[in-house]
Every structure is written in C-alpha cells, then in structure tokens.
C-alpha cells in the first residue's frame, strides 16, 4: 500500500511544518501491516520522524526533508557515548527496534547543518541533531538517497543487524566536527556499497561504543573524501571488530586514509583492505596503533590478522604501526604496495595521528615519528612486506627518506622491495632487536 504524505495534510513548501502529518502517514503504515510512505517533489520541514516496521519512505526526485531549526521539536533519545559533545543525542530520523524498514529514492534528506564549526565553537552547542539514529534494528536499507549536512553523524547504526547502504550520497560540511558519513556501530552482517561520501569527520567509522561486538561488513566501491579519516576503526571500541573487508575504494582530498586505532582495551582481527587508490595529505596516511586512552589506566587491546593488498598511494606520505609491548600487533600483511612520493617527509614536530580529542597520553612516551623511513613499525608479531614498492615523484634527485624502521619486531619477512636512492647519510633500513626470517 502507498500512503501519500501530502494527503496526510504535509506541505512541501519549506517553511510549514510537516512531521506531525508525514508522521501520521508512518503510523498509518505500520497500522496497516506495512507499505510505502510516498513523498513527492517539494521541502517538508520536520522535527524528528519515528519510523516503525514494516515501513518504507520513499523520496521521490525533488523531495526533500529538512529539519527543522527549533530544538524543541527534537526528543531526547539517549546519551553520547563517551560523555562526548553534545551530551545528548537527538535525530532528524530515529528507529528504535524495529524491523523491514528502508530508506529509497532520489530524494534528499538535510539536517541543515551546511556550515562551519569548529572544535572550540562546539563545545557552547547543545542542539546538534544526527540525521539519522537506528538502534537495535533488523534488516534494514538506504538506497540511492541523498543524506546531506548533518549537525552531528550522519547515520548512526547502533546494534543493527542485516544492514544494506547501496547508491547513497553523503555531503556533510567540510569544516562542521562530528560530521561523520556511516557510523556501523556494535553492528552485523552490514554491506555498504557504491556509495559517494564527502564528510567533515570520518567517512565511514566502525565502532563499539557500548561493547557490542561488529562483525562480519563489507564495504566496496566507494568514493570518500574526508577532513580527517576516510576509512577507520574505533578509537570508541568496547567491544571486537572483526571479519571486515574494505575493498575497491577511491579515497582522494583526505588527510588520514585508513586507520585502526585502539584506545580502550577491545580486539581488532581479521581485517582486509584491498584495492584501494589513496591521495591523502597526512604524514602518515595509514596507522595502526595501540594507545590506551588513558595512560595512568591502560586498557590495552589487541590488534591481528590485518591484511593491506594492491593498493596505491599519492602523496607525501608514510605509514605508521605501533603496539603495545604487552599486545604486539600479530600477523600484519602488507603486500603490493605502491607509494608515489609528492613531497618532503617532517622529521621535526611530528607525531604519529591521536585519532581522538579525549585521550591522555604517556608525556614520556617515545616519539617513533620522527624517523625519517617510509614505514615505521614498533611491536609487531609476524610482519610480511612483499612486492613493496616507492617511486620519487617529489621533483628531488634523493629521497628524503629510506625503506623501514622496525622496532621490536619479530617473525619479519621483507621481500621485493622496490626504493629510490636516498640522501647521504640515510641508512635504507633500521632494524632493533627484531627477529627477521628473510
């Protein structure tokens, strides 16, 4: 059945208020057994939405639902994880466990949020609504829409299961914190594909912010562009992530590629990223790395089974992977990887990327960034390097940099490794109290 929101009495003229009709039309819907709440062409301006099972909003081309400015027509629907800005957490679109439920069309949804706001800015900024909040539901989609300039993240998936993101544009401010794409989070069996995402924070995040484990996504043939990380794994992770594959993406404009960080005491395995094409403008474009959250309290976890395959970089930039040495990083694969170096490596005010704003770090750690080596490797356990490969685009005769330095690694394999000629001086590789069988 279709059940036309126009004939529930919404407005698409951008400036009456149209949720209580369109959410008659949902109610309706589910009331009936299930069916398509239709919009046609026009702006309908919404507090949040609810939707129920069995319902599926369709956006016809033109549609568009804006939220609207007035906080009051936005319930409380939980806590931030984390105690994180803004302290609550309020949604243009919210289903809580239900189940059959989609999200179609050509249309776009807009959060409003097309401005800039900085970290310093936010912290005065309550009234920052996600787009779209799912909880504790079962099979459900988002094709072919437009989601676009959220305040806060943009879909948050919060112990979901059965989840299909396919043909979906994601457009957030570039300079707007917390606008992140796709946030997968305590989730399972999620395929995220063909999708184009252009974000002010991470493109697409997985998380476990309540200790639920993430497993078992897919995530291809996508374009990211990102203020921070394109594809990431934590920092908020209580819970396993694993049996993740990320492959045959585009990732360009962006400052961190991919990055696995881990803050709080969780496991990552079973990881692959495959097929990728990188321009990032970060000194370090891929990270691993075990930092507990909070020195004084270490919550150390574990991170192994990491495969990087057939990928290609552009740019200055190096890869950085560090452990723990209670918890080496295990079984680390890096095969046919291909750097082209745009410009010079920093040796001096450096440091590897945080990854968060909520941390509190060792001040006596050790600053491993600052050596100048195209993959810099500390506590690992079973590191294969195979079909390796750098080439000097940076316009200089020598690179300013050599092949790798790895600290405490053991059970390591380096083979067909490829690097241009390098400053006087510089040795190709540094290698401390590690283990190499090859």
């Given at each position: ?311 290609m970089f552009t740019g200055k930039g190096r890869m950085y992977i560090e452990g723990a040495e209670e918890a080496p990083i295990s079984d680390l694969t890096l095969r046919n990887i291909t ?100």
């Amino acid at each position: 059945m279709i059940f036309d929101v126009v004939r529930f009495g919404a407005v698409g003229n951008g400036t009456d208020l149209a949720h209580e009709a369109i959410q008659q039309a949902i109610d309706a819907c589910a009331d009936a057994g299930g069916g398509t709440v239709y919009f046609p062409a026009g702006t309908y301006l919404c507090g949040t939405l609810r939707l129920k099972s069995g319902v599926h909003l369709h956006l016809e081309q033109g549609a568009v639902i804006a939220g609207s400015e007035d906080a009051a027509l936005y319930p409380e629907i939980c806590k931030t994880p984390y105690g994180n800005l803004p302290g609550q957490i309020q949604a243009l679109l919210w289903a809580d466990g239900v189940s059959n439920v989609a999200i179609t069309g050509q249309g776009i949804i807009d959060g409003g949020g097309n401005s800039p706001l900085s970290p310093n800015e936010a912290v005065h900024v309550r009234f920052r609504p996600a787009l779209i909040f799912y909880r504790d539901c079962h099979n459900v989609k988002f094709l072919d829409i437009t989601l676009q300039y959220s305040c806060f993240w943009t879909l948050h998936l919060l112990r979901c299961s059965d989840v299909l993101v396919r043909g979906v544009t994601i457009l957030a401010h570039r300079e707007r914190i917390n606008t992140d794409g796709i946030d997968p989070d305590g989730c399972r069996n999620v395929i995220i594909s063909d999708c184009m995402i252009k974000t002010g924070d991470d493109c697409i995040v997985i998380k476990s912010t309540e200790g639920d484990a993430c497993e078992n996504m897919t995530i291809t043939n996508c374009i990211l562009s990102s203020r921070h990380a394109a594809l990431k794994l934590g920092t908020e992770a209580i819970g396993p992530i694993r049996n993740i594959a990320f492959n045959n993406c585009i990732i360009n404009q962006t400052n961190v590629a991919m990055a696995l960080y881990m803050k709080d005491g969780s496991s990552y395995e079973n990881i692959m990223f495959s097929n990728m094409v990188v321009e990032a403008y970060n000194e370090f474009p891929v990270v691993i790395d075990v930092t507990p959250r909070y020195y004084k309290e270490p919550a150390i976890g574990h991170i192994r089974g990491i495969v990087f395959d057939n990928m290609m970089f552009t740019g200055k930039g190096r890869m950085y992977i560090e452990g723990a040495e209670e918890a080496p990083i295990s079984d680390l694969t890096l095969r046919n990887i291909t750097w082209n170096i745009t410009g010079p490596c920093k040796t001096s005010d450096v440091k590897k990327p945080d990854g968060a704003r909520r941390i509190e770090i060792d001040p006596n750690r050790i600053n491993y960034a600052v050596h100048p080596y195209q993959l810099i490797a500390i506590h690992v356990d079973g590191l294969l390097v195979s079909n390796w490969k750098v080439f000097n685009r940076s316009g200089n005769e020598l690179l300013d940099r050599g092949r790798f330095y790895l600290q405490l690694v053991d059970h390591v394999t380096l083979e067909h490794i490829r690097h241009p000629e390098t400053m006087p001086g510089l040795e190709q590789a540094v290698l401390i109290d590690c283990d190499r069988q090859e």
